[in-house]
């Protein structure tokens, strides 16, 4: 398991990096047709319907993505590496680093909320992480991810 959460890690990386040099005119377009397809979905799929489904609404992807992308990364390194320092380190300077690349590239900007928002991802997946490991050691078990009781 750590070997796929490793590569699942260095995957959504290379993601974030490459998202973090694309002009702003075309991750609007991508945070568009994303938003899009998840309103469709919903409307077709889970039949719903509802102020946040309408044309008008703001749906931010962005605040989304960036939430999410920093979450699934934050978690997924966190379980296939086990220096939680320097995981949570490389992180953070992951999500400086691309809000710094961002003042270099057209039509994109700096912003500390897009920071503040990939550190709450990075936060939750580490209260995630903290959560099932203390979960584990006060059930009796020694290694919380391969526990095991016996009968």
């Given at each position: 398991?750590?070997?796929?959460?490793?590569?699942?890690?260095w995957?959504?990386?290379?993601?974030?990096?490459?998202?973090t040099?694309?002009?702003?005119v075309?991750?609007?377009?991508?945070?568009?047709?994303?938003?899009?397809?998840?309103?469709?979905?919903?409307?077709?799929a889970?039949?719903?319907?509802?102020?946040?489904?309408?044309?008008?609404?703001?749906?931010?992807?962005?605040?989304?993505?960036?939430?999410?992308?920093?979450?699934?990364?934050s978690?997924?390194?966190?379980?296939?590496y086990?220096?939680r320092?320097?995981?949570?380190l490389?992180?953070?300077?992951?999500?400086?680093?691309?809000?710094?690349?961002q003042?270099?590239?057209?039509?994109?900007?700096?912003?500390?909320?897009?920071?503040?928002?990939?550190l709450s991802?990075?936060?939750?997946?580490?209260?995630?992480?903290?959560c099932?490991?203390?979960?584990?050691?006060?059930?009796?078990?020694?290694?919380?991810?391969?526990?095991?009781?016996?009968?």
């Amino acid at each position: 398991m750590p070997q796929i959460s490793r590569l699942f890690t260095w995957i959504l990386a290379i993601l974030i990096l490459w998202g973090t040099t694309l002009p702003g005119v075309i991750v609007s377009g991508i945070y568009q047709g994303l938003v899009d397809a998840v309103k469709a979905f919903l409307r077709q799929a889970l039949c719903l319907t509802g102020p946040l489904l309408e044309d008008n609404t703001g749906l931010s992807f962005d605040v989304l993505g960036h939430f999410l992308l920093f979450f699934l990364l934050s978690l997924s390194a966190l379980n296939g590496y086990s220096n939680r320092r320097a995981v949570g380190l490389a992180i953070v300077l992951l999500a400086m680093g691309t809000e710094l690349i961002q003042s270099w590239i057209p039509d994109r900007t700096t912003s500390a909320f897009d920071f503040m928002l990939d550190l709450s991802g990075l936060s939750l997946a580490s209260f995630i992480q903290l959560c099932s490991g203390l979960t584990g050691r006060l059930s009796g078990c020694n290694a919380p991810v391969t526990c095991r009781r016996e009968s």
